[in-house]
């Protein structure tokens, strides 16, 4: 039974963007394994808080991720 967790910085995916992870990750895994466990395959999605998440000694906020995919770097 696959169980497939995803963190991401809340307030930075819409729940329409959650849901389409959810259905892409399944189907991944479906692709890979085969049809039957398709009702057996989980996917949680976990969202941390703004700014709870670090990257390299420095806190990682909801704005900073915005600004990466947006521009390609923090900096």
Do not use: C, Y
Not at 2 to 27: A, C, D, R, W, Y
Not at 60 to 68: G, I, M, Q
């Amino acid at each position: 039974m696959p169980l497939l967790t995803v963190k991401v910085i809340e307030g930075v995916f819409t729940s329409e963007q959650k849901q389409e992870m959810i259905h892409n990750l399944t189907e991944t895994m479906v692709a890979i394994e085969g049809e039957n466990l398709r009702p057996v395959t989980s996917v949680i999605i976990e969202e941390v808080k703004s700014g709870d998440w670090g990257i390299g000694g420095t806190p990682l906020t909801a704005e900073d991720v915005r600004t990466l995919a947006t521009e390609g770097s923090l900096h």
